[in-house]
């Protein structure tokens, strides 16, 4: 009976102070939520970051503001088979049974690109961020050049001065 109760301690304790799944930017790995729904399971004071990858955001996420100690955001795009790694269970149960079913591209779950143009003044008050990532969206030098403004001790993927050397190339 003792170890059924030290069991579901663990298991509580690991529910309580884990984010949902870990992911790897600029050389670190992150334990992130990839919905606001498995979020406001926790504490929001414990919610280290968001990996919110085409979820077909048209403007910023509001939501992540009251989210005052997360160090990485990912806003960033990807293609379904870049996205695999970044399921959450549900979502991984659901992308399997689909390509048992014979079919790659149709059900749930969705991936939809994030278009965020404008990014809101009140990203000054997530002091802890560290990371955000912005890849294959259709965001504005403008909008990422305000980013580094506002916080210029968060590395902003793609850099402005990225974007800007890729815009001479082309």
């Not at 406001?40 to 968001?50: L, R, T, Y």
């Not at 014979?102 to 008050?125: C, H, M, W």
């Amino acid at each position: 009976m003792k170890v059924i109760a030290i069991y579901m301690m663990c298991l509580i304790a690991t529910n309580v102070y884990s984010q949902e799944i870990k992911v790897r930017l600029a050389g670190a790995e992150y334990d992130v939520c990839t919905s606001f729904a498995y979020a406001e399971q926790f504490n929001p004071d414990s919610v280290k970051g968001f990996c919110l990858q085409s979820k077909g955001y048209k403007d910023f996420p509001k939501e992540v503001l009251k989210y005052k100690n997360i160090i990485v955001l990912d806003l960033s795009s990807k293609h379904l088979d870049e996205m695999v790694e970044y399921l959450n269970s549900s979502e991984r149960k659901a992308y399997e049974k689909r390509l048992r079913n014979g079919g790659k591209q149709f059900g749930y779950p969705l991936f939809r690109a994030n278009s965020v143009v404008t990014i809101p003044d009140e990203i000054i008050n997530l002091k802890k961020l560290k990371v955000i990532h912005l890849m294959d969206m259709y965001v504005s030098i403008e909008a990422i050049k305000k980013i580094e403004r506002l916080l210029p001790n968060v590395l902003v993927i793609p850099s402005s001065e990225n974007l800007e050397a890729e815009l001479k190339n082309k």
